[in-house]
Every structure is written in structure tokens, then in C-alpha cells.
């Protein structure tokens, strides 16, 4: 096993990866393999638990979401993984259009999973909510300056607003929602005037954005919330900054989703669907929450007292394969604006 163990850190420092073995002894009851584009530190606890509550082990290899879904691709059905965990929608429907995962019928899952947050041919289920809301100075803006996305590109703005780059799937994704809601025409218009908005350079990363903001370069951006959360954790409760719930009025915040689904040539595909049925179910969704400061996919579980922190919200029900279904008209949308 020392030598398995050696071997795959080896292999994983080759490939950029982390990997992990399970320590316990092999060739006893059962394995499930998983690629992850979630960090190490928020799916180990998960599985942990799932191992001590089931006895099936669990081994993962984590990276970004596009080298994990070329490496599936690769492998094809000589792949040793049972389940591909990654972060927001478009990601997942990537890879269901690539036919990477198969279809799966859980009644746990279809009960756990509101429907328009999961696949609607079973391939792939959201496990967590992300929302991608504005944030903005405290000590600059007012809320009630604040009311939509759109209005963001309104002359007010000009020379106020951040963004992070486009070329990150946060702002892919939510373009590509507001294509679904508003055509491309509008759309257009919309992220046009924020590139005409921008104070700066758009930044590489939500907490670029937040820090900016604290540091005078600008008033006002768009962040995926627990990015907010791990800021307030790091500087203080009394940092300078707060979050605006956009288009209440209207369809709602912007959400997504991490999720997963079964791989196509899973080895052990009734383990792997009772791991992601365990994720979808109280303790786990408890847990989703608690380790990133998202939002859990089921209704009913208990948001966690930072989280609750920031207020109620409605979000906005459309189907977030919309995400990955338009997101290639986004990316070519936001490249006609000069939105880098």
C-alpha cells in the first residue's frame, strides 16, 4: 500500500493534481473513485462521513474543471472514475453534452434536487447553491442606489464598477442566463455599458474585485457570496462592504450550482449513486453549507449563522443548464464588447 501511496503523489505532482489514497487496508468492501474541481478541503470532510456512516471508501484526484473533463474524455472506458464533482452548471453540462456521464433515476435525488437545478435526463444533479450577487461600498453607496444587474450600465456607474475577468465561468454563466432572459440584442447592450462602466482592468478573482472596492478604486461589483464570507472571515465583520440582492422585483439573483453525476463507464456505479443520493441528504447538505459558506440545494436544510447573516433573497428559477447551453453565444457576446 506504501508503495500505491508513493506512486500516486508522484503521478499527482506530475499532473499538477491532488490526489489521495485511502489509507485503509485494500481489497475489502467497496471503492468509489471521484474527480473533484472542489478543493481538497471541501469534499474530504464530506467523504470522511460518508466512509464512517457507509464503510465504502472513497479516492479522488482534484483540478480544475477542463483538464478533469479532458482527462474523462481521454480515458474513456479505461477511466477508474465513478463520479465527476465540479462547479457550476456550465461545467456540468459540458460534460453531459460530451457524454462523459450517465443518466441515473433516484427518487432521493428528484426529491432533494429542486428540477431546475439538475439535469433534466438525470445526468448530473446540483449539490450546492452559489449566488452571484453585487457588492459595494458602505461608504459610497447607498442601497437604495442600487436595484439590477442591468442598471449597472446606467451613466451612474460610469467609472465605478469592477468585474472579474470573462474569461472565468462565473460571469460566463451569468451572461448566458441573462441571454435566456433578456435575447442577445439586450444582453448586448447590458454588458457593453458595464464595460464602459469599469473603473479598471477587469481583476482575475472575486476577492480582487472586494479588495478594490475597500481600497477606493471603485464602488460597486458582481461576486459570488461566499467570496464575501471568506473576506469577512479573514478582515473582520467591520469591513467596509456589503450585499445588494439584485432584480427582486424581476426574475431574481443570479444562482448556480456545484454538482455531480455518475461517469459513463463508472466500475462501481451503485456505490457511486448512493454517495451522491448521501450528498444530497440532510447531514451532507448541513455540511455544503458550513465548509464554503454556500447555499444547500435543498430547501429545507438550515442555512449557516454567516450565511443567514446576509438576509433572505429570491433567486431566479430558471433552469441553469441555460448556463452551459448559451455559454458559448456569452463568451462570443462578451468578446464583441471588449469585455476581457
Known sequence: MRLVVIVALVIG??????FWVSQQSGGQGDEI????????HLIKPLFDRFTEQTGIRVRYVTDDAGPLLQRLRAEGGNTRADMLITVDAGNLWQAAEQDVLAPVESDTLERNVPANLRDADGRWFGLSVRARTIVYSTERVAPEDLSTYEALADAEWEGRLCLRTSKKVYNQSLVATMIARHGEER???????WVDNLATQPFSNDTAVMEAIVAGQCDVGIVNTYYFGRLQERDGDDTPLALFWP???AEGVHVNVSGAGITRH???PDAALQLLEWLSE???QEMFGALNMEYPVRPDTEWTERVRSWGDFHGDDIDVSEAGRRQVDAVMLMDRVGYR
Open 13 to 18: 505532482a506530475i499532473l499538477g493534481v491532488s
Open 33 to 40: 473513485v471521484v474527480y473533484s474541481a472542489r478543493q481538497e
Open 187 to 193: 444582453t448586448e447592450e447590458i454588458v457593453g455599458g
Open 247 to 249: 432584480n427582486q422585483d
Open 266 to 268: 463508472a466500475s462501481n
Open 282 to 284: 440532510q447531514e451532507a
